[in-house]
C-alpha cells in the first residue's frame, strides 16, 4: 500500500504498520475540516500553530548543524 498525503511519499512493506497508518490517515481526515470553509480567526490560529511547528523544525535542525560543525573539532 502506498499512500500520498501533502505531497509527501510514503510506502510500506509490513501489513500491522500499514494498517495502522490507514486508520490514522482516516481518523485525521475524518477529524479535519477544510479552510476553505472556515472564518479568519480559524485561518489565522491554523497559520499561526503551522509557523510555529516550522519554525521549531528550523532550529532543531540549525542546533543539529552546529552540534555536527562542534564536534568536528574534538
Known sequence: ???LWFFAYL???QRAN???LDHFFEKQMKNSKLLLNTGERDHA???NKM?????SVVEKIKI???LIY???FI
Open 18 to 20: 500499514r494498517d495502522t
Open 11 to 13: 510506502k510500506v512493506e
Open 70 to 72: 562542534f564536534q568536528n
Open 45 to 47: 490560529q491554523f497559520f
Open 51 to 55: 509557523h510555529l511547528k516550522v519554525t
Open 64 to 66: 543539529n548543524q552546529d
Open 1 to 3: 500500500m502506498t499512500l
